[in-house]
């Protein structure tokens, strides 16, 4: 079994700056890429950014590019999501979840991610 706990979100004012971090557990060993999604009331789950075990691929959403990077350690079990010049339309829940698959390069679809953590609330102010 699989256990994902994010933490880091908050409240925070447009403009700003928060870091996710998402600490993998239980059955850690193995190649998979790892994904942050955020789902925002009354939307659809959608792909924050993703990346590869090794770190060398990952793939993001047009909305965040440039702004938010995704990075792990994979000798601490942790992914990190580091979002900078936060807007209001990034409030959200985010998550964080493990591919379904071994050795896969990061994928923007959330069918395909088998493990999930409980989100952590991120609210930006205007």
């Known amino acids: 079994q699989v256990q994902l706990v994010e933490s880091g979100g908050g409240l925070v004012q447009a403009g700003g700056s928060l870091t996710l971090s998402c600490l993998r557990s239980g059955l850690i060993f193995g190649n998979y890429a790892m994904g942050w999604f955020r789902q925002a009331p009354g939307k659809e789950r959608e792909i924050v950014a993703a990346?590869?075990?090794?770190?060398?691929?990952?793939v993001y959403a047009d909305s965040v590019k440039g702004r938010f990077t995704i990075s792990r350690d994979n000798a601490k079990n942790t992914v990190y999501l580091q979002m900078n010049t936060l807007k209001p339309e990034d409030t959200a829940t985010y998550y964080c979840a493990r591919a379904r698959a071994l050795g896969t390069l990061p994928s923007p679809s959330p069918s395909e991610y088998t493990y999930w953590g409980q989100g952590t609330q991120v609210t930006v102010s205007s």
């Open positions: 990346i590869s075990f090794s770190g060398g691929s990952s």
